[in-house]
Structures are given as C-alpha cells and as structure tokens.
C-alpha cells in the first residue's frame, strides 16, 4: 500500500461510517451536548465557550439611507484587539422585533462590497441582516492560509484552525443582534456561500440561536476532499482539526432537526456534487429519524462555484417560510431577485475610513488564538507519575485517537539471515525482518546482533532517516559498545514505503483530515516494531534503547512516553518545540501533530521520560534545559548524559 491509497482508505472510512447507524431519536437528542463539545473542541473553541460571556459593544461608523432600509457601518471586538467588521441591514417602520439573517462572506476580496446585492435583498424581504466580513478579507487582513500557502503546519499542532476564530466571530454577532431592539433573538438564520457556506454549517452546528440555516457550494465529505483532491483547492478555514475522525454528516446531526437548505452547483470544481449528494441522503434519513423529513431540503443548480437564480430564490423562500412564516410563490421571489439593486460604492460601506485601529490583533490571530500548555509543575516522582498517565490518557484521544483500536496481525517473517566476521574478530549475525503495523502497510528492518555474546543482549533501535540505512547503518552510531544489537527501523515514509516531496504538502493536510499527521503514523510504526523486536527471545527486554535524529527524534520522545519501558533515549538534534513553521511547499521536517500543544512540548515530553537514561548526542536547543532541571530535582535513578560521539555513551 502507498501512502496515497491508504489516505484514501482512511478518508472512505470516516465518511461512510459516518450516520451509518441511525438509531432512535432519543439517542441524537440524549448525545447532542457530548457531540457538540467534541466539535467545538476541534474548532478550537472549549475554552472560549465556557462561562458567561457579555455581548460585545457594537461601534457605528455612519449610516447610509435607502429606500425602505438603512446600512449602519459597524464594527465589535469579538475578543480585546480582534475586531469584526460588517453592515447592518435594517428595514423601516419595523414594528416589535423582526427576523435576522446572520450573513457570512466567503472568500472574495471587499466582501462587504462584493456579497451586498444579499444585504439589499433580504432588507427588501423584511429581514434585519448583519453581513460580517472574515479575517482574511476584510478591512484587517489575516490569515486563512496557514498550510495552505505558507507551511504554517504547527497549525495542527496548536490545535488551531481559522473556521474557529470565523465560528467564533459568527457567534459573538450573535451576542450582538441579540441586542439589538429590531432583532427577534428566536428568530435568527444563518447563510454564506463557500467559506460562508461551511461557516454556516459550522456556526449552526455550535449555536442552537440559529434556527434556519442555508449553505451555499459548501459541502463536500471527508472522502471527496481527499479522495479527489478537492483539498488542494481549499484553505485552512475550510476544515476543523479531525481528530475525532468525523465527516459533514457528523457537523449536520448537531443542527438537525432545524431546518437545513443545502444548495449546491453540479459543476463546482471544490465540492463535488456527488459528495453533496451523498451527505444529503445520509442527513435526509436522519430528519426521518426524528420525525421532521420536512425540514431538509438539497437545491441543485447549473455550472461551476457561485449563486445562481434558483439558490438565490430558494435561500429567499426558505428564510420566509421558515423565520417568517410565509409561503411566498417562487415566481414572485424570482421577481424580486430579477429587479436590479444600485449598488453601494465600496468606500461608502467601509468601517474604518482612517485604516485598521491600532490594537488590532487580526493579523497575528493565529499567534495567541489557542495558548500553547506551559510545561507541568512537579515537584516528586508520585506527581510525575500522576502527571504523565493523565497526560498519556488526553493524547490518546486528542492526538493519537485513529491509532487502531485493535491492532493487526504483525505478520511478521524473517526475510534473510546473514553473518559476517568484523576485521577485529568479532562476528555479527544479520536479520532482516518485516511487519504489518497497520492493515495495508509493510515495513522492514534490519537487525545486527553481536554473535559471540552469549544470553539476551541490548539492543539500540535506530529510526530509519533514508533506506540507505537498512544497508549501510549510520554514521551516527558507528563506535556504539559492540555488545549491543543495533536495529535500523523503517517507519512510513522512508526507504520502500517512501513518496515523492512533491505530495508532502498534500499528505501533511490530507492526513489532518483523516485524523492523523506523518509523526503520528510514525509513532504507531514504531510501538508496533517494539512489539517485534520484544518477541525475538535473544533481546534483553529490560535494555532496549531509541534514538532518532531531527524529525525521528520527535518520533523517539512520544514512542518512550507511551511505552513507558524504554531504558534510554538517544536524541540527536531534535527539534525545540512542535511551534515552528515548515516550508511553503510541504517539505521540511514533519513534527506536526494534532493539538498537542495544547497539552505538552517536546522539552516537557523529554523531561516526563524520567527515570528513563536521557542522552543529548551533540548539541540540544535551549528550550530542553526544562527537562534536565526535571531529572536534576527528581534525581537517580534518572540520568542526563551531553555526547560528542556515541563512543562515549558507556552503555554497558
């Protein structure tokens, strides 16, 4: 199997198991808070959600009169410095509260210019509208593009993706309409098309204020952004952090049973229709579950990505029916939409006229959105002890969660048997040995035992950098005590399992999506060839040491956290942190691994390994001094070692 058809399995996986089992309406109304912590928590969004929260101060910048409605230019702080823009439409000679469109901008630049004829429209219906732009185009350009152009991959590392600040900037505005005198709070629909549309989606499946919903050339499954590239057409914003493997449908169950439109073009080049299709039936057969088939409804329209007529006119018709009540012909909404509406220049709709505030914190959102964990406060081995099982049961399932749940048959096979006799006598027996990890894969490894020590033997498990190693070894441990065994372990991605660089940046986002990330796949390959090496009877079980250099020494650190049996750990210029970029194009090394700064670092990892030998081969980056201050206040039988060479680690 290659990494591409693996991916593509995972990726099936998560969106046919998805509403395969639809049981009884009580289980979707029992499970409902559960499943909609998980999903705030892949956004990003847990700890801004807990509490009370006061609505934010709405700022109007001036106000434009038009016939029958007027547009306040307004802006709100979401949270200190980061500041939403967006117009309000509100229509006169409003009596007692009225029905809302919140309105979500995609991904067109002057959004508020671009997605007004809405605004107008909608004004026009009788509807109160809040058109709010995105951090990425509005009036203070962010980011949305984080992976997507600037290798900006620890991204998955902070937990962190731009559909959450997006989410959450949707339902601060929430707070505000409430608010507002002309708005009815229990009548609030939600719209946008694209990324307007996925926010839709995401901000209804979050917030049960929205009532009505309306996504337009949003939707697509898990399987067709991977399966057929559709990823590549999108960015950051598009997708929450899927460690909990979901698909659409998973997004959809939090917002049925409110009636759903779900408007779609046949022809759009980043959803696939058939996908769109596929998540319709699966959402459609839940709806008749809880007894509301009514309630969805799939509108098809011609061409590629964008509005048409017939999305437009039923957007229309499925707000006034279902916020205010009535059933209008669709040959009379037609009407409306055919009637040309002059248009607001941009400059007459802009908020900030004398440019973006001063304590803005659009532009750096990605930085403090989502704060990385500190490292833990532990003063003795029990609190270390208690420390790293809790630790070890929240990455389980925030950051290794598609690890199997049960594990394959290792198959494993003794491919070849060699030996050879050293220029100093010393005779060394050869094996190289292959494994199944994971259903699908093969990997190898090549193992050098020392023939002429008697009894089981330690053994130095060498993380594979190229296939060169499987032959040749590495320069790394040449000198290393000749009384150990030394294995040179293969994991996905190097030697016969390898790919091209040119779908790194693929895999790095398609693996995201699946649940996983090259370093976590990594440590799952590693755990299984430990079980491997652990089942040959001459390996001395209490003396198997890991080493890894670069990005394999990430692979190393996580390996002995969840093993836990590892009597030492080689490091060789490992990395300082998971917070660092990668390069544009995907290549560099891949450490990514979801959410996990959320609760550790490699230095703290480093240091929670106590009492396990930990040996720094060659320079170590500052931030690890954490993790000799551990082991200095814990003490023996934990042991830091700094070495120029592996000659002078005296591991005997």
Request: aromatic fraction near 10%; charge should be neutral.
């Amino acid at each position: 199997m290659n990494i591409m058809e693996y991916l593509c399995r995972e990726a099936h996986r998560i969106t046919t198991s998805s509403l395969s089992d639809l049981k009884d309406p009580e289980y979707w109304f029992r499970t409902k808070s559960r499943r909609r912590m998980q999903f705030i928590d892949m956004l990003g969004l847990t700890s801004y959600m807990d509490g009370k929260r006061s609505p934010p101060e709405a700022h109007v910048t001036g106000v434009t009169e038009r016939e029958g409605y007027r547009i306040e230019k307004l802006y709100f702080q979401s949270l200190p410095g980061l500041y939403v823009t967006g117009n309000l439409y509100i229509p006169d000679h409003i009596k007692g509260p009225k029905p809302t469109v919140l309105y979500l901008c995609g991904h067109s630049f002057d959004q508020k210019f671009h997605y007004q004829v809405h605004g107008h429209k909608f004004a026009q219906l009788g509807f109160v509208t809040l058109m709010i732009e995105t951090i990425q185009k509005g009036e203070i350009r962010g980011h949305h593009h984080g992976t997507y152009h600037y290798g900006w991959f620890n991204w998955y590392s902070l937990g962190y993706t731009p559909a959450g600040v997006e989410v959450w900037n949707a339902i601060r505005a929430l707070d505000l309409l409430e608010t507002i005198p002309e708005v009815d709070p229990k009548r609030i629909g939600v719209t946008g098309i694209s990324g307007g549309g996925a926010m839709s989606w995401f901000t209804a499946a979050v917030d049960e204020r929205i009532k009505v919903v309306a996504p337009v050339c949003g939707t697509a499954t898990i399987e067709s952004h991977v399966c057929k590239g559709t990823l590549s057409g999108h960015c950051d914003c598009m997708f929450w952090i899927n460690n909990y493997l979901w698909d659409l449908t998973d997004v959809g169950a939090l917002i049925a049973p409110r009636p759903l439109l779900i408007a779609s073009a046949v022809r759009d080049w980043i959803f696939d229709i058939e996908s769109v299709r596929y998540i319709y039936d699966k959402l459609k057969r839940l709806y008749e579950v809880m007894g509301k088939p009514d309630n969805i409804c799939l509108i098809e329209t011609p061409g590629g990505h964008s509005y048409h007529k017939t999305s437009r006119c039923m957007v229309f018709k499925w707000f006034l029916k279902r916020l205010r009540g009535i059933d209008v012909p669709l040959e009379e909404i037609s009407s409306l939409d055919e009637k040309d509406v002059a248009l607001e220049p941009s400059e007459r709709l802009r908020v900030f006229d004398e440019g973006p505030p001063l304590d803005e914190r659009v532009t750096t959102v990605q930085e403090w959105f989502i704060k990385p964990a500190g490292p833990p406060k532990i003063d003795s081995a029990e609190e270390l002890k208690e420390y790293k099982h809790m630790l070890i049961e929240k990455l389980q399932e925030k950051v290794f969660y598609a690890f199997p749940k049960e594990p394959c048959d290792l198959a494993m096979k003794i491919e070849l048997i060699q030996e050879s006799t050293s220029q100093r006598g010393e005779i060394w027996l050869g094996y190289r040995i292959s494994f199944t990890p994971e259903e699908g894969w093969r990997l190898r490894m090549q193992i050098l035992k020392p023939g002429n020590v008697k009894g089981p033997v330690p053994i130095l498990v060498f993380l594979a950098k190229s296939a060169r190693n499987l032959w040749f070894g590495d320069e790394l441990i040449q000198g290393l005590n000749p009384r150990w065994a030394r294995a040179f372990v293969e994991v996905r991605g190097v030697g016969e399992t390898s790919w091209s660089p040119d779908l790194q940046w693929f895999i790095r986002r398609a693996a995201m999506l699946v649940g996983r990330t090259i370093a976590s796949m990594r440590v799952y390959d590693t755990l299984r060839a430990l079980e491997v090496l652990k089942s040959l009877s001459w390996v001395r079980k209490d003396r198997i040491a890991l080493m890894g250099s670069g990005e394999m020494a990430c692979i190393a650190l996580y390996v002995a956290l969840l093993k836990g049996d590892i009597s030492s750990v080689v490091l060789h210029r490992p990395p300082p942190t998971h917070n660092i970029p990668s390069n544009p194009d995907g290549t560099g090394e891949a450490i990514e691994m979801l959410n996990i700064l959320r609760y550790t670092d490699l230095p703290y990892v480093a240091g929670l390994l106590w009492p396990t030998e930990l040996v720094f081969l060659g320079p170590r980056p500052r931030s690890y001094s954490w993790a000799e201050e551990l082991y200095t206040k814990l003490g023996p039988p934990g042991l830091v070692r700094h070495i120029k060479s592996i000659t002078q680690w005296p591991a005997d």
